[in-house]
């Protein structure tokens, strides 16, 4: 693959990295620097021939792309017969697409003359991967993640500790992923000197959400690619998984121009849109500024955020990517929401008809192309990005479905 | 017409002194209490002080200041608080200059032109938006200089001579120089880069420099007046809130205690 295929091309931001009314740099002074310094060496980076060889070795050798194009026929008849395939960023090393984003900015690092990362994590996902490459480099590494989520993903945690990697777990506000966002910027302050701000999606200030899509542009280069290979056609639509954005961003880049293609990001409704735990910020948030951008947020009327509820730790997030938002009010892109109850059936649904157990926050993506398929028909092809396994949420899905229950009822070994 | 932050600055020059400027949330631990608290800053020998705007991502503030502002939230303090509270301070002491310290968000959201006009309108003298880079300050900086509001820009010590000079003309009062790269909150040293920052700063504006984070003790305030025109307290403050756990008079006790300290200090250079 050469640097074209995966680096930028349409829809770059302004000067000021602003996606239409969306995006922009609202950081303290003491960052500017080192926000620059990033801004000027990705500029450099993305041109040089070597880190482009580098980054495609390590995404070929490391990571194992392409990763492959899955036909779902058994998952698709319960979505009205629609044909539905699945992008597998499950099966990238590490679990998920994160690791994209993370090599990139890893090779980042090294070319600042930085020799530690931080970052923050929902799910988990992305502080793996964040580990894993900390430990290919050698950098010394911290991850930011909500006290909530250390416990609904303790595996992640397990993992990245495994990996040689620091987890401090953030007691302060929702205790969440926007919680672990404010301490690593906090710690990003203080250590901007020898530390790099690793970050996981396509928000904060710029040029991050320009940047991590570029690192993520290769999933949907990749797959626009295999579907038409596979079915001679563009797909009529292509969804994904919105939290901050950063899956959905990757794949559905490519397809911008293909105005026949219709973009479906799914939000988490948590418990409804309408009640008030979800993390639906498209849909129900407002323009605002949150963690360095302005971009739809979950806030009050006095611009005070609103605490997001989602069963996914990598979508409970009351903000979203610049982009997304100006995707949306220039309506390229839909949003819609998913409920935690929706996206478990899917998960579910996945794993007994295709033998493919997804991330919660992948079968938010799914339930929507179940959804999306009966309202096609059977004539429609639906794109889905699977960005990421299932393995870290079982334990949630086993106290979902009652499992753990089961298996004792069913193997005869009560305790 | 000079403003009243460049008055109040002034008149702690012509005394050969630097100005004490000190910081408490609104709201914090109550509204009344917060206002209580605030006058008591200025009783104790602020010249100025900083009515901070509880926010739920304080992302640049460290524990203490974090703590203050949950609890001023979990009470249920609204933008309409903060106002009030600069309005009743402001009345009570019309000498002294009143500013609003926020993230930005809660402007955008509140009404950038809206803001400004009812800041001034409550008698305020200006704002500190950390989180609002000069590069993205136009619309804010159009409405304050109709409003006659002055607007503090921070420089830090990672800011480049080139950057100081962009920042400085931007902003107006005086410059927030921080005295270290991080967060809010108390150290036990003031640290060598303030000293260089500020003397980088100076050549860059004629606006006053003062020199805020981490200071707490009159030891640091007599420090830091020894090189810049200001000393700005903030935690140290709230923590001696935090630590009168709920005996309001001893609050106020103390924190008009540690402002007389700090005026005592900032006299010593």
């Given at each position: 693959?050469?640097?074209?295929?995966?680096?930028?091309?349409?829809?770059?931001?302004?000067?000021?990295?602003?996606?239409?009314?969306?995006?922009?740099?609202?950081?303290?002074?003491?960052?500017?620097a080192?926000?620059?310094?990033?801004?000027?060496?990705?500029?450099?980076?993305?041109?040089?021939?070597?880190?482009?060889?580098?980054?495609?070795?390590?995404?070929?050798?490391?990571?194992?792309?392409?990763?492959?194009?899955t036909?779902?026929?058994?998952?698709?008849?319960?979505?009205?017969?629609?044909?539905?395939?699945?992008?597998?960023?499950?099966?990238?090393?590490?679990?998920?697409?994160?690791?994209?984003?993370?090599?990139?900015?890893?090779?980042?690092?090294?070319?600042?003359?930085?020799?530690?990362?931080?970052?923050?994590?929902?799910?988990?996902q992305?502080?793996?991967?964040?580990?894993?490459a900390?430990?290919?480099?050698?950098?010394?590494?911290?991850?930011?993640?909500g006290?909530?989520?250390?416990?609904?993903?303790?595996?992640?945690?397990?993992?990245?500790?495994?990996?040689?990697?620091?987890?401090?777990?953030?007691?302060?506000?929702?205790?969440?992923?926007?919680?672990a966002?404010?301490?690593?910027?906090?710690?990003?302050?203080?250590?901007?000197?020898?530390?790099?701000?690793?970050?996981?999606?396509?928000?904060?200030?710029?040029?991050?959400?320009?940047?991590?899509?570029d690192?993520?542009?290769?999933?949907?280069?990749?797959?626009?690619?295999?579907?038409?290979?596979?079915?001679?056609?563009?797909p009529?639509?292509?969804?994904?998984?919105?939290?901050?954005?950063?899956?959905?961003?990757?794949?559905?880049?490519?397809?911008?121009?293909?105005?026949?293609?219709?973009?479906?990001?799914?939000?988490?409704?948590?418990?409804?849109?309408?009640?008030?735990?979800?993390?639906?910020?498209?849909?129900?948030?407002?323009?605002?500024?949150?963690?360095?951008?302005?971009?739809?947020?979950?806030?009050?009327?006095?611009?005070?955020?609103?605490?997001?509820?989602?069963?996914?730790?990598?979508?409970?997030?009351?903000?979203?990517?610049?982009?997304?938002?100006?995707?949306?009010?220039?309506?390229?892109?839909?949003?819609?929401?998913?409920?935690?109850?929706?996206?478990?059936?899917?998960?579910?649904?996945?794993?007994?008809?295709?033998?493919i157990?997804p991330?919660?926050?992948?079968?938010?993506?799914?339930?929507?192309?179940?959804?999306?398929?009966?309202?096609?028909?059977?004539?429609?092809?639906?794109?889905?990005?699977?960005?990421?396994?299932?393995?870290?949420?079982?334990?949630?899905?086993?106290?979902?479905?009652?499992?753990?229950?089961?298996?004792?009822?069913?193997?005869?070994?009560?305790? | 017409?000079?403003?009243?932050?460049?008055?109040?600055?002034?008149?702690?020059?012509?005394?050969?002194?630097?100005?004490?400027?000190?910081?408490?949330?609104?709201?914090?631990?109550?509204?009344?209490?917060?206002?209580?608290?605030?006058?008591?800053?200025?009783?104790g020998?602020?010249?100025?002080?900083?009515?901070?705007?509880?926010?739920?991502?304080?992302?640049?503030?460290?524990?203490?200041?974090?703590?203050?502002?949950?609890?001023?939230?979990?009470?249920?303090?609204?933008?309409?608080?903060?106002?009030?509270?600069?309005?009743?301070?402001?009345?009570?002491?019309?000498?002294?200059?009143?500013?609003?310290?926020?993230?930005?968000?809660p402007v955008?959201?509140?009404?950038?032109?809206?803001?400004?006009?009812?800041?001034?309108?409550?008698?305020?003298?200006?704002?500190?938006?950390?989180?609002?880079?000069?590069?993205?300050?136009?619309?804010?900086?159009?409405?304050?200089?109709?409003?006659?509001?002055?607007?503090?820009?921070?420089?830090?010590?990672?800011?480049?001579?080139?950057?100081?000079?962009?920042?400085?003309?931007?902003g107006?009062?005086?410059?927030?120089?921080?005295?270290?790269?991080?967060?809010?909150?108390?150290?036990?040293?003031?640290?060598?880069?303030?000293?260089?920052?500020?003397?980088?700063?100076?050549?860059?504006?004629?606006?006053?420099?003062?020199?805020?984070?981490?200071?707490?003790?009159?030891?640091?305030?007599?420090?830091?007046?020894?090189f810049?025109?200001?000393?700005?307290?903030?935690?140290?403050?709230?923590?001696?809130?935090?630590?009168?756990?709920?005996?309001d008079?001893?609050?106020?006790?103390a924190?008009?205690?540690?402002?007389?300290?700090?005026?005592?200090?900032?006299?010593?250079?």
């Open positions: 693959m050469s640097e074209k295929d995966y680096l930028p091309g349409a829809h770059v931001p302004d000067a000021r990295g602003y996606f239409g009314a969306y995006g922009g740099r609202f950081i303290p002074e003491a960052l500017v080192a926000v620059e310094q990033v801004a000027e060496e990705y500029e450099k980076a993305k041109t040089d021939p070597a880190f482009t060889a580098e980054l495609d070795a390590l995404l070929k050798d490391y990571t194992g792309r392409p990763s492959p194009l036909d779902v026929r058994r998952f698709s008849a319960e979505a009205g017969g629609a044909r539905i395939l699945l992008k597998r960023e499950d099966l990238n090393h590490t679990g998920s697409h994160k690791i994209n984003n993370v090599l990139g900015q890893a090779l980042l690092t090294k070319r600042m003359g930085k020799t530690r990362i931080i970052a923050e994590t929902g799910a988990g992305h502080g793996v991967a964040t580990a894993t900390c430990a290919l480099f050698g950098f010394d590494c911290t991850i930011y993640m006290e909530v989520d250390t416990q609904r993903q303790a595996l992640n945690v397990a993992r990245m500790r495994m990996l040689g990697a620091e987890v401090v777990a953030v007691k302060s506000g929702s205790r969440t992923l926007k919680d966002i404010n301490e690593a910027f906090r710690d990003w302050v203080a250590n901007v000197d020898s530390t790099h701000y690793l970050f996981g999606t396509v928000a904060g200030p710029h040029p991050f959400p320009m940047m991590v899509r690192f993520h542009r290769v999933i949907g280069v990749e797959a626009r690619e295999q579907v038409l290979e596979r079915t001679g056609r563009l009529d639509a292509v969804v994904a998984c919105v939290g901050g954005g950063s899956n959905a961003m990757g794949i559905f880049h490519e397809f911008i121009p293909d105005t026949g293609v219709r973009l479906i990001g799914c939000e988490a409704a948590g418990e409804g849109a309408d009640t008030p735990r979800h993390a639906a910020t498209l849909t129900k948030g407002d323009p605002g500024v949150l963690h360095g951008s302005r971009t739809y947020v979950l806030q009050d009327e006095d611009g005070q955020t609103i605490e997001s509820h989602s069963i996914s730790a990598g979508l409970d997030y009351p903000g979203v990517g610049p982009e997304h938002a100006w995707l949306k009010d220039t309506g390229r892109a839909e949003y819609r929401p998913v409920t935690d109850a929706a996206a478990m059936q899917a998960l579910r649904l996945l794993s007994r008809t295709e033998g157990i991330a919660i926050e992948s079968a938010h993506a799914l339930a929507g192309a179940l959804e999306l398929g009966r309202e096609l028909g059977p004539e429609a092809t639906i794109l889905v990005s699977l960005s990421g396994r299932g393995d870290k949420d079982m334990h949630t899905a086993a106290e979902y479905f009652g499992l753990y229950d089961q298996a004792t009822t069913e193997s005869g070994e009560g305790n | 017409m000079a403003s009243k932050l460049s008055s109040a600055l002034a008149a702690a020059k012509a005394e050969d002194r630097a100005a004490l400027i000190g910081y408490l949330p609104a709201g914090f631990p109550t509204v009344d209490g917060g206002i209580a608290a605030i006058n008591a800053l200025i009783e020998g602020c010249d100025v002080v900083e009515v901070g705007l509880p926010h739920s991502d304080p992302v640049l503030d460290g524990p203490t200041i974090q703590t203050a502002d949950d609890i001023a939230l979990r009470g249920g303090v609204r933008i309409k608080d903060v106002l009030h509270t600069v309005a009743e301070v402001s009345t009570a002491h019309p000498g002294a200059a009143v500013l609003v310290m926020t993230y930005w968000n955008d959201r509140y009404g950038v032109a809206r803001f400004a006009a009812d800041l001034a309108a409550a008698g305020g003298a200006g704002c500190i938006l950390p989180d609002l880079p000069v590069e993205e300050s136009e619309e804010w900086r159009k409405a304050a200089g109709e409003h006659g509001l002055d607007t503090v820009f921070v420089v830090a010590p990672s800011s480049k001579d080139a950057r100081l000079a962009e920042v400085t003309a931007a107006s009062g005086f410059v927030y120089a921080a005295a270290v790269m991080g967060v809010t909150g108390t150290r036990a040293q003031v640290g060598n880069l303030a000293e260089d920052l500020v003397a980088r700063t100076r050549a860059t504006t004629d606006l006053p420099v003062c020199v805020g984070l981490g200071v707490s003790t009159a030891e640091q305030a007599a420090e830091v007046a020894g810049a025109d200001g000393v700005i307290v903030g935690s140290a403050f709230v923590q001696r809130i935090l630590d009168a756990d709920g005996d008079v001893a609050a106020l006790d924190v008009r205690a540690l402002a007389a300290d700090l005026a005592a200090g900032v006299r010593r250079r």
